[in-house]
């Protein structure tokens, strides 16, 4: 990176300046957002608001074991009921393909289809929505990465999300896989917020607690990366702080007993204001690296995020004291009138507390200390050239802090080194704590 040439402090202004002035631009692009059926039973009553819409044919793009498990029935007798003709392509995978959604293309063509129905998690979202725009614009999806990339209006679209953590119902961003070059690409565009969306708790009940676990810390990465990074603002605050009081109140309630309701409604509440949060403020290093890892060994995002937000936000803490403190008291860990620094660690001591109860590991297992370099300039290429981070990160500095996740077998072998006749230390090593952010 050329970036690397330029003297730390130099690059760290310039790069501060390029995203503010960014951001500038940015706050002014019109998002459109969908309309929200929210509660037991949303699936059921968007499938009979679509129904009424005059669509020639509607496509569901969703996976084969939601499709196995019944979870489609409200929904598609909905669509039955009010005389809406239907197709079903149900080979959605986890950070679906490129090739996998070529085939959907052809899927969706070969049976006269005209709109689309997104019926799953993150990646059956996202593979709808990259299936709408390169529908509309036939060109190869390498060529619909990036921003605005494609001339005429995408297919329409409407969402069912059936976990509570990318948010990608209300997001302007698609993100799927290149095996290819294994990495992922980006279609971004304000068109591809679909036109409405149902929060369905009934469709979540079934999932996982590790699922339930990945997911609901991938809302919190999502609210807290865009309320720490330099393109917040007063709305953008609002959403994620929201988000996070409502992740720390009924994640853990959600993951132990995920038949509650109540829990379940409000973590995919929580989603879709983190969702809306990022639209508008991005995210930063955590998403940078976690994308990296899902290229690279097919991690799930959430998965992937959970386990770097600890370590990015110990990283950033020195920047973003004021905003830790912040996000503390929205968790119910503090009052306001307490220090910054001592919110600021407690926020931190409890993102590192939340990820044990939910037996998120501290390592990626697939993780190969050869890779390591590569992915660390991939991710602040990543970072560095499109996200508003709060503070920039060396070549140095990101390998070693991915390396902490680095697992015992795939780290190299060291020389064991020889001992000295020395007394060990009585004087206990003192915890640092960041420090407070001056003028």
Known sequence: MILDFIPEATRAAGLGALMKGAGKVTRYI????????????????????VAGFGHQKLLIVTDAILAKMGLLKGLTEALSAGGAEFVVFDEITPDAPIPLIERGIKFFKEHDCDAIVAFGGGSSIDAAKAMCMAIANPKPLRKLAGYFKGRHNPVTLYAVPTTAGTGSEVTVAAVISDPARKDKIVVVD????????????????????????ATGI????????????????????GLALAAVGLIFGNLRTAYRDGKNLV????????????GM???????????????????RYHTPHGLANAIMLPLVLRFSAPAIIPRLAKLAVRAKLGEAYERDDDLAERFLDAIEQLNRDLAIPTQLAALQEADIPDIAHAARLEADTGYPVPRYMTQEQCELLIRQVLPPAAAPAEKPARKKATAPSKTPAKKAAPRKKTA
């Not at 991938?218 to 605050?237: C, I, R």
């Not at 379940?264 to 983190?274: D, F, I, P």
């Open 30 to 49: 019109p998002i459109p957002q969908p309309t929200l059926l929210v509660g037991p039973g949303a699936s059921i009553r968007l499938g009979e608001a």
């Open 190 to 213: 304000p068109r591809l917020v679909p036109r409405m969306a149902a929060l369905d708790p009934q469709l979540m009940t079934g999932l996982p607690p590790h699922i339930t676990a």
């Open 218 to 237: 991938d809302a919190l990465t999502h609210a807290v990366e865009a309320f720490v990074g330099n393109w917040a603002t007063e709305y953008t605050d």
């Open 263 to 274: 829990a379940r409604e409000n973590m995919s509440l929580a989603s879709t204001y983190a």
């Open 277 to 295: 949060a990022f639209t508008r403020a991005n995210v930063g290093y955590v998403h940078a690296i976690a994308h990296q890892f899902g290229g």
